[in-house]
């Protein structure tokens, strides 16, 4: 098997090359840092096997953060093949990859996509030209075929003058290998002592300035470029990079998108998606059931362990779709470059950037995808908060539960509930970023170099290949995960500890185990046991407090769940500020196992601890705040929220003091 | 003149960059920021704490603390 790694700068479509390659349907954006980890797929071509792997975009193999420093690892661990694909727009940047891989040795073919964009604009560029430099051809991603011609290749050897002049000069002082020099100037620094490292280092301005000089030459003769040509700009940035307009266009599309995807299209197709899948399956199996088997407890596990939480879960399937199709449609129209850049000035006070916006927006998608996207901040702490304050930010999977416990309690209102809870997550993320700024992690390098895409007309062809690919996933996860955790959960709930079949769900393992810790519950009003097994079974995944809530209320419906939950006789049921307890501990409790396990994959077990435990004490003290200011009337709120904020910020104050002792006693920083 | 003084849409040229970090300083060089490089301010945010610069055809944001360590020339 031979390997072909796709390597480039951010955002010159090296992942929709992938797809095109590998016909696959890997994740895309028009925005810096959408790839942010190596995704490989094997390939057959006459015989023979090709691993092509899609890397995260990098400028330099002088890495500047956690998925650069992937890609560089990769491009100097690879044996085989590489394609570096190049943005015609900006193809003097991007050669200077190219020279870097030059430099080393590494061979590649050099693709150069998009350009009929730069074409459209009174540009162009001399293939030919180019081709005394770098195996070069253009070619368009989204159509690229992965065939012999693509991996056909002819070796160019370049004459980096540069390259000896400097190497003599080093050489002078350093007594290395050109080979060891080479390496030394792309940051691999083995065999050399600091002294050596601070003289190389000192040497790179003026070599980054000959590569330049070099890459100048190249393109005099092969770019013909429009003197006043910018990519990344558009007319239509002189009304969306005024903040009142970027703020307002967002909230306004934000708050329809939700009404929308929740209250008006969703509901519809969604009941008529689970009509039909009654319809077809579940009510021919039941009826089939019924008349062969006479035994009560499989027709049980049937209706309620697997149909029940499938019923549950499958009709938030149009919600998914739409909520997607609006974060694609943020992604690829370049809108949130844009945000980033209008929204840094806030996000920076809060110890954030702006790249911050595009974790938290794929945060309301998924928690765990969002974490992993954390890793193309350039600075540890800023990573590490961004890694935290994630798990705040309301995930698709939690909707259900919103959308269903709100409906049971709020009737008309559910509208505002649902909007005030992503709200009130939003806000308690970026507290706790302020606050994780001000404590533990403050940022000390807040660079926000980010490269602006053009606004692009949107590709509906695109976007609905997005949308499908992620229902696919979700119908999947609904059939895979929910289902068989369903199982588990209908198992446990209808258990007893003789490990017999109980119809009493209070003696059940589950109702069991959650009724002795019930009492840790009372003062947030959850000291149900249904309740409290619903928060438990909710740490595997969101999804599955639905579901859970059906099989232990015996619901076959959402519509049956939503009364269930408002009556005393129901296993699990609510009062009003109880509901509202609830739904604020559901938005801020512990994150999933998934995202756990990539948390303690990106910040380590110490963070992912404080992670937890912190979420857990957020979301027992606001719930706590929530349930018995409804309880006992609004100046119990401001008496515990006074208490709250004047602990943190004598926590703050202290933690502060503590620092600035230590300060006194260390002279490793500019403070002192 | 620093970078961050200076007035929009107005073309300059890159005469020193006094980065003091060293690591921020060699990345916007690879970007293609170096000596000589021509280069205008598109916009300042809100606070002024980012701006929209435009050099080598593309556009970058750069936090005002980092372009006060970059000296131009008017073009």
Known sequence: MRKLLLIGNPNVGKTTLFNSLTKSHEHTGNFHGVTVEEKGKLVNMDGEGWYIVDLPGLYSLLPFSYEEEISKNAILNNKDFNLVISDANSLKRNLYLCLQLKELGINFKLLINNYNYFKKHGNSIDIAALKKYFDAEIIDAKKCKFNKNLIKFNKIDLNLTYLTQFLAKIKEKIKKSDAELIAAFNGNFAGFNDDEIAFVNAQLPALIMARYNFIDGIINEAVKQNKNFVYGKSKLDKILLKPPVMFAGFLAVFFASIYLIFFLVGPLVGDALVGVLYFLIISPFMNFLYSAANNIWIIQFFNEGVFSSINTVLTFLPQVCLLFLFLTVLEDSGLISRMAYVLDDFLTKLGLNGKAIYIILMGLGCNTMSTLISRNMSERNLKIKCALINPFVSCMARLPVYVLVASAFFGKWTYFVVVGLYLLGLAVALIMALILNKTILKTHSNNLLLEFPPLKNLDVKHIGVVVKTNAIDFVKRVFGVIVSMGVIVWILSHTNFKFMYTQEIGESMLFFLADKIAILFAPIGLNSAGAVSALIVGIMAKELIVSTLSIANNAQSNAALISSLTLAASPVHFTTASAVSFLVFILLYCPCISNIAVLKKEVGGFYTAFSIISQLTIAYLTSFVFYQSIQHGIWFAAISLAIIFTILFSVIHLTKKVKHNKCLTCNKCHRN | ?75
């Open chain 2, 1 to 75: 003149m620093s970078l961050s003084e200076v007035k929009l849409n107005t073309d300059c040229v890159v005469k020193e960059i006094k980065i003091a970090d060293e690591k921020t300083k060699i990345r916007l060089m690879e970007l293609g920021l170096i000596l000589g490089t021509k280069l205008r301010v598109e916009n300042k945010s809100a606070l002024k704490q980012t701006l929209l610069v435009v050099f080598n055809s593309s556009v970058f944001t750069i936090k005002t603390d980092v372009a006060n360590g970059i000296i131009i020339n008017y073009a």
